[in-house]
């Protein structure tokens, strides 16, 4: 593991400690038991807001290499220009 992931894993872990989570879709920092999250060996490794969960398809399955992480949005981005 790299130190630039070690040091990832400890922030996480110190965050879910305090009761608080990052989410990987909208990056917002926000409380633990408003997220999914999925945990490996006592790590959290993966997880999302209910908001970003109410507004994407979400797939997580196991694989023989880790755990697969797909999203899709349900609606549309619209991007406006001046």
């Excluded at 989570?21 to 807001?49: E, H, M, S």
């Excluded at 507004?55 to 549309?76: C, N, W």
Aim: hydrophobic share 40%; aromatic share 4%; charged share 20%.
């Amino acid at each position: 593991m790299s130190q630039h992931s070690h040091d990832a894993v400890q922030q996480a872990i110190r965050e879910a400690d305090d009761g608080l989570f990052a989410c990987r879709i909208c990056k917002v920092l926000g409380p633990l038991d408003q997220a999914l999250t999925v945990w490996r060996n006592g790590v959290p490794v993966y997880g999302f807001c209910d908001s970003c969960a109410a507004s994407h398809h979400i797939l997580i399955r196991p694989t023989e290499r880790g755990i697969e992480v797909k999203g899709k949005r349900l609606d549309a981005i619209v991007l406006s220009g001046s």
